[in-house]
């Protein structure tokens, strides 16, 4: 008997933005590929009329009604959302935009559960939706979607009413797991299943070869920090730390692999720190070409304020290369072993210790990817799919 799935995230790859919830669909498209199991996604995007095509905030109109992605249907109904207005009704607006289309999808062929990312707003809008369907609902919280929303008076009620009401509960990391049961002390079961990484993707690459490849200098202390540039990930620090550095590591380069807001404000702090000739910002790169950074750096760098399951880390190490990690999330949790890599302080002066310490050490690259290779996707999909199966049966208040 085939069980289907419908996956419920605003955070998927689309048309627009391949790289977008990326961990997602990673999980997804591996839960669909086991036996008797079916998935369908819908992915909502907030509407913005056509005639904003081409705008920062009408670039949601070119996303398509409905995609394929990698092996999975995709579908993205429009809802209506006023930004930084209507962040209390989200998860609401949410819910009004697509329950309609998902009643349809539901007639079609009847799913058994709603597989939801994020507990707010996409939990919030997924428990409402499996109410007014009869179906069972598990919510996966990540990070921000505790962390951070749980300080807002306005929506921290509408958690704790998320994680009352979902059929099941799953957390990235046990760190997330312990605010879950903070937040809502009625809440009786929380399953822990972190990230994996995906082995076709990261491996072991010779460190000459991929720096060749990038056209990086093969005596460089390389230091590589692949995250959003924006405050909570905490490139500043590493600007920061990187100047403190350049005094004590002699050729060190740091690889800033991303993109976001912060970027002007980086690099006018890289030229007042003096130290712009050795930050690079090299920009987006699509998450198949990870694997050469990851390989040609020394070690990289997580420097984040805030974190629930860093994928970053494990996809280095499935690379060969340590990592230097502030003390968020999942991260101590992942490098356990300091065969793996050095835990910091959320400080420039703590990062830059860090690095130091991780560039002067020899590490045993084959080791550390060996480790990383063994937290797999598919072993992550075969949790998921046990939670799933026993919430299919729960049944859904009204």
Not at 3 to 23: C, E, K, Q, W
Not at 35 to 54: C, D, Q, R
Not at 86 to 104: Q, V
Request: glycine share 8%.
């Amino acid at each position: 008997m085939t069980v289907r799935i419908l996956t419920f995230t605003s955070l998927f790859p689309n048309a627009l933005d391949p790289n977008f919830g990326i961990f997602i669909f990673q999980r997804t498209s591996h839960l669909a590929e086991r036996e008797g199991i079916s998935v369908e996604v819908v992915a909502p995007v907030p509407y913005a009329p056509t005639f904003l095509k081409g705008t920062a905030r009408g670039s949601v109109a070119a996303i398509p009604r409905m995609e394929v992605v990698g092996n999975l249907p995709v579908h993205h109904p429009r809802y209506v959302l006023l930004p930084k207005v209507s962040m209390p009704l989200h998860g609401r607006l949410m819910y009004a935009g697509c329950i309609p289309y998902i009643k349809d999808l539901h007639q079609q062929h009847r799913f058994d559960c709603i597989d939801a990312h994020y507990v707010y707003p996409d939990g919030m809008a997924a428990v409402l939706i499996g109410r007014a369907l009869g179906i069972p609902v598990v919510v996966t919280a990540r990070g921000s979607d505790i962390h951070t929303f749980r300080e807002f008076t306005t929506i921290r009620p509408q958690i704790r009413w998320v994680l009352r009401h979902a059929a099941g509960l799953v957390a990235v990391s046990d760190s997330l797991a312990a605010m879950m049961r903070d937040l809502e002390p009625a809440i009786q079961d929380v399953q822990v299943i972190g990230n994996g990484v995906d082995r076709k993707r990261f491996f072991l690459e010779d460190r000459l070869a991929a720096r060749a490849k990038l056209g990086q200098d093969p005596q460089d202390k390389i230091v590589v920090s692949v995250a959003a540039l924006k405050r909570v990930k905490g490139p500043d620090l590493l600007v920061r730390a990187a100047s403190l550095l350049k005094q004590s590591i002699p050729g060190c380069k740091v690889l800033f692999v991303g993109a976001g807001p912060e970027l002007g404000s980086l690099q006018r702090l890289a030229q007042e720190l003096d130290c712009a000739d050795i930050c690079r910002f090299v920009g987006t790169v699509p998450n198949e070409q990870l694997q050469s950074y990851f390989s040609a750096a020394d070690v990289s760098c997580l420097a984040s304020r805030g974190e629930g399951w860093p994928n970053v880390i494990l996809e280095s190490l499935a690379c060969g290369t340590p990592v230097v990690a502030t003390r968020v999330g999942a991260a101590a949790q992942i490098l356990a072993n300091p065969e793996l890599g050095v835990m910091v302080d959320s400080t420039p002066e703590a990062i830059c210790a860090g690095l130091s310490q991780a560039l002067q050490r020899k590490w045993n690259p084959q080791a550390i990817a060996a480790y990383a290779q063994e937290q797999t996707w598919e072993n992550v999909a075969a949790r998921v799919e046990v939670v799933l199966k026993r919430s299919a049966g729960a049944k859904v208040g009204t």
